[in-house]
């Protein structure tokens, strides 16, 4: 965690309201850091409902093997995050952690071992002393109040430099409905049907199947659409949990996904994901810049995401960012190698609304002084169009400075 804040952090930080049926909870458990909080356990009423995305790594952490396995009985009494050590590389000693975590935590809750669900940030490679969970989970269970989702969201911090949080409130039926989010992420982040750690909560009276199938369509355009590096982490998880509590004050319980009084609840659930992952890009690590890449006029959706892809995760693409340089031709360059259809002398690039590059040369009214100016914003926009199709999509990225190698050369001295 870092002692300075990212300058693209939010000005904003929301007022996290109450969501009934989630207790919270933190404390020092010490995995790795010192003097500061390292675990969360979220206590949920009985019948919450869950649904999960996790990386598509071949080799996955054992806490998302963990998760993948109780997925399937849909129900959630507790969910218990650790920072410092991913559980990932662990072989056998990383599954029996898992294992033995879960016992203490539906010893502490009340719960059967199926109901818990774990999340570890960190370390690759390192064995997790689930030991030192024995005492703490039972004390923060006692503890653990409908509330502080700030507090939660700093516990699962590793190299982030500030919490992320986001929240909405839409209706359902007769009633007032909540969602809430917290996300963690800075580094190692490229996620592949999930995000770095994130979860969700609402009072929404949702069933599993239908929560599943919202989670998996809300992420395609959302958490995963970021990227900061490449590199897809070995423990990329989100849960959403949903406690039904609203149905109490006249929420409809939801057995589908295509329910139609879901529909202003699917726009606010997607905002919150929306928001959370814009988070995630604004706290790459060493980032000074927020990158939005848009790529139009593709065959296809699917292949203004591969492009745009190209572009997000080129070091040389944003190194030039950093450096405030409106390299275009480190964009065509990127865009040429994606592998997707293109037409050199069909290709338009525009840097924060100015045309630098016109039908494959430089754009006429190009003017160096200007463009340069436009690059010292904190936000830059890059946009590409291919001229050949309806295709269009967008991704998040930021730049990459010397700071992103300090931190990561350093990660863990």
């Known amino acids: ?65 963990w998760c993948r396995a109780k997925l399937k009985g849909g129900k959630a009494r507790a969910l218990v995050v650790n920072s410092g050590n991913a559980n990932a590389f662990t072989g056998k000693t990383g599954r029996s952690s898992t294992a033995l975590t879960a016992r203490i935590a539906a010893k502490a809750v009340g719960c059967t071992e199926g109901e818990i669900f774990l999340a570890s940030t960190g370390v690759i490679g390192e064995p997790l002393d689930a030991t030192k969970f024995d005492g703490v989970l039972g004390r923060l269970a006692e503890t653990a109040e409908a509330g502080d989702y700030l507090a939660a969201a700093k516990a699962i911090m590793t190299t982030d430099t500030f919490p992320k949080v986001a929240t909405a409130t839409v209706k359902l039926g007769k009633a007032n409905v909540t969602i809430n989010g917290m996300a963690k992420g800075a580094g190692m982040i490229a996620p592949d049907m999930a995000t770095m750690l994130s979860f969700i909560f609402t009072d929404a009276p949702i069933a599993p199947a239908a929560l599943q199938a919202l989670l998996k369509s809300g992420v395609e355009d959302t958490f ?52 959370l992952s814009e988070q995630v890009a604004r706290d790459g690590e060493g980032a000074r810049k927020l990158v939005e890449i848009t790529v139009e006029g593709a065959k296809t959706k699917a292949s203004a995401r591969k ?46 609304g100015i045309r630098v590059a016109k039908n494959g040369a430089r754009d006429p009214s190009y003017d160096e002084a200007q463009v340069s100016e436009a690059m010292k914003a904190p ?35």
């Open 1 to 65: 965690m870092s002692s300075s804040v990212s300058p693209l952090a939010p000005k904003h930080v929301p007022d996290m309201p109450v969501i009934a049926g989630v207790r919270l909870a933190t404390a020092e458990a010490g995995i790795r850091y010192k003097n500061r909080t390292d675990v969360l356990l979220a206590v949920m009423d009985k019948g919450t409902a869950v649904a999960g995305v996790f990386t598509k790594s071949k080799c996955p952490s054992a806490p998302v093997e």
């Open 307 to 352: 492009i745009a892809m190209s572009i997000a995760n080129s070091p040389l693409v944003k190194t030039a960012i950093a450096g405030e340089d409106a390299n275009w031709g480190r964009v065509v360059m990127a865009v040429g190698k994606a592998g997707e259809p293109a037409d050199r002398d069909k290709l338009s690039i525009s840097f924060n």
């Open 379 to 413: 936000e830059i926009a890059i946009k590409v169009s291919l001229g050949l199709g309806k295709g269009r999509d967008r991704v998040l990225t930021c730049d990459l400075t010397k700071e992103y190698v300090a931190i990561n050369g350093d990660y863990r001295s």
């Open 224 to 275: 995963n659409a970021v990227t900061i590096d490449g590199d897809t982490s070995t423990s990329d998880t989100l849960l959403a949990f949903a406690t039904g509590a609203a149905a109490e004050h006249g929420a409809p319980k939801i057995s589908r996904a295509s329910d139609p009084r879901l529909k202003a609840f699917v726009k606010a659930f997607n905002q919150v994901l929306a928001n």
